[in-house]
């Protein structure tokens, strides 16, 4: 039942509000993760090909989506992690420079953000409550069943894809209070662009010549934190760290 209502409010009604109740209401059932679950596993099991894998709209990329932006999930990860970048981008030359990747400045700049923004997320671990690393430990498990070469990179189609891009990309959506102007929002575009093609796993040659180092360099290294984060093996956590506190006067 769980499941039907999750796609005709999140899939086919796209009503975000609704969904958000949904994701409280189910956290304070302590339903929320094996809901998830459930949802991860249709989608693994109903995909054709890897290409394609998390890539559409559905119950499983929606509910990560709302858990990752909720006051459970991501929220103080996007304030410690995402917010610096773009108040770097925000302050610095791209403030009146539009981004040009043909200009030597303008790469150094590009490559040092990606490089700062590269090395919070290495030490971001701790950020992340410990329902979502369950999450994308059950979520790599799964889909390394069937897509084997999928194991780092599912989890980083989620991270990135679903929740480090679109913060970057439209910050007040998720109410990240920032100084970009219109200028300086190009070049964060331009930065997230790179940032997706390292975890995408994707070709250096995708990017301009001056910045396929910096893509080859980081590759190896981002995957690994990817399984470091999927790994759970070592973390302690209790059924409370599923269950989520809702207002007494909250009703359904």
């Known amino acids: 039942i769980l499941m039907a209502l999750s796609r005709l409010i999140l899939v086919h009604h796209q009503d975000e509000e609704t969904g958000r109740l949904l994701l409280r209401y189910c956290g304070s059932k302590n339903c929320l993760i094996s809901l ?3 949802a991860i ?3 693994i099991s109903t995909t054709p090909s890897s290409e394609v894998l998390f890539r559409e709209e559905s119950v499983a990329t929606k509910l990560m989506s709302a858990l990752f932006f909720s006051q ?7 304030h410690q992690v995402v917010r610096p970048t773009l108040q770097s981008i925000a302050k610095s030359l791209f403030s009146t420079d539009e981004v040009n990747l043909e200009d030597e400045l303008h790469v150094i700049a590009v490559r040092q953000i990606c490089e700062d923004l590269l090395n919070r997320i290495y ?3 701790h950020f992340f409550p410990v329902n979502i690393r369950v999450l994308l430990s059950h979520t790599q498990k799964e889909a390394a069943q069937k897509f084997p070469e999928m194991r780092s990179v599912v989890v980083g189609s989620f991270l990135f894809l679903r929740f480090i891009v679109p913060a970057l990309v439209t910050p007040e959506r998720y109410h990240l209070k920032t100084d970009l102007n219109i ?4 070049a964060v575009r331009a930065v997230s662009k790179i940032v997706q093609t390292i975890a995408n796993g994707g070709s250096a040659r995708s990017q301009p010549e001056p910045l396929q180092g910096l893509v080859e360099s980081h590759q190896k290294r981002l995957h690994e934190y990817f399984d470091k984060l999927a790994n759970i093996s070592e973390v302690q956590f209790t059924s409370s760290d599923f269950q989520f506190v809702v207002e007494p006067a909250t009703t359904y």
């Open 123 to 125: 030490d971001s671990s």
């Open 36 to 38: 998830m679950k459930t």
């Open 72 to 78: 459970w999930g991501g929220s103080e990860y996007l």
């Open 41 to 43: 596993n249709k989608e």
């Open 183 to 186: 200028i300086s929002s190009k």
